[in-house]
């Protein structure tokens, strides 16, 4: 790989670094730093809740089934395989989170798979709630893709690499990195001339 793709190469992965502290800090005001009633007013939070069913999934880590006992069928932002933390409003509680992946969830009631192996030992104190944590799958997945295409040598990645067009210039006006690389490397560039599939 020339110096000048490194350096492009390089920049990209250093864009989407910042791009993703970016959508984090929005991520953090927008939902993490709003008052309990706000984040459940607006879906990013389900509290309070009851526990309906504890257990063991496969890899013998702990889940829990819980359903909201306000706000019944109304929308919200919480999806099936999504990031959350289980927590709790109970006083002197020393670690009053437990991360997991919402396994599914149905209407009124979801099924939480803990990043643990056991329940936590509040989940009978009450005052249970579910908050939506940021989602940074997506940018780990490119941040990899990016590196295996700089790193690749001697093979299909490497030979795909070495015929890509000259760089595009980025978009100005700062954001959409991820949908300018998907555009230009995976789609490639809309212009007339270029024959569609």
């Known amino acids: 790989m020339s110096e000048h793709q490194h350096a492009h190469f390089q ?21 993490r730093e709003n008052p309990l009633s706000e984040r459940v007013a607006q879906g990013y939070t389900w509290y309070p809740l009851n526990v309906l069913n504890t257990g063991f999934s496969l890899g013998e880590k702990a889940f829990v089934v819980v359903e909201r006992t306000t706000r019944l069928n109304e929308p919200h932002q919480l999806r099936a395989g999504q990031s959350v933390s289980l927590f709790t409003q109970a006083q002197h509680i020393d670690e009053p989170e437990k991360q997991g992946v919402i396994n599914y969830v149905e209407r009124n009631r979801m099924k939480i798979i803990l990043n643990a192996r056991d329940v ?58 991820a949908l300018w690389i998907l555009q230009t490397y995976l789609m490639g560039s809309p212009s007339p001339s270029r024959e569609r599939w």
């Open 120 to 177: 936590p030992d509040w989940l009978n104190a009450g005052h249970l709630g579910v908050d939506m944590l940021f989602d940074d799958r997506s940018y780990r997945e490119m941040e990899r893709a990016l590196e295996r295409v700089m790193k690749a040598r001697g093979d299909r990645l490497a030979e795909l690499r070495s015929v890509l067009p000259h760089p595009h210039p980025l978009p100005r006006g700062g954001g959409g990195l």
């Open 11 to 31: 920049n990209l992965l250093d864009l989407l670094r910042q791009e993703k502290e970016a959508d984090y800090r929005a991520f953090l005001q927008l939902v």
